[in-house]
């Protein structure tokens, strides 16, 4: 089992950077696989950016490519994700995930709250 809790969302003029965290509780973080999702209004969720168990591979989707860093520190069951030069269609609810490397929502078994982040142009 493992539980999940988002911090760092918040409001943010368009150019400018927030980092996520997302600090995991249970024995299990270091063997999973774990993902930033992000769901709009009327919109599905769908993946940002996923990073192995040990870090050594990352996936971006591509509208965040370059621009968003995915990163992981078992020591402290914690994952992050710092974005910059945000723009308003980043604006979303975003929410980590805990399961198999992977794109799709079905791969990933425990879920955090989510964290409003809002970006104005």
């Known amino acids: 089992q493992v539980q999940l809790v988002e911090s760092g969302g918040g409001l943010v003029q368009a150019g400018g950077s927030l980092r996520l965290s997302c600090a995991a509780s249970g024995r299990a973080f270091s063997s999973a696989a774990m993902g930033w999702f992000r769901q709009a209004p009327g919109k599905e969720r769908d993946v940002v950016a996923a990073?192995?168990?040990?870090?050594?591979?990352?996936y971006y989707a591509d509208s965040v490519k370059g621009r968003f860093t995915i990163s992981r520190n078992n020591a402290k069951n914690t994952v992050y994700l710092q974005m910059n030069s945000l723009k308003p269609e980043d604006t979303a609810v975003y929410y980590c995930?805990?399961?198999?490397?992977?794109?799709?929502?079905?791969?990933?078994?425990?879920w955090g709250q989510g964290t409003q982040v809002t970006v104005s142009s």
């Open positions: 990073i192995s168990r040990l870090g050594m591979r990352t």
């Open positions: 995930a805990a399961g198999r490397f992977g794109m799709t929502n079905d791969e990933y078994d425990y």
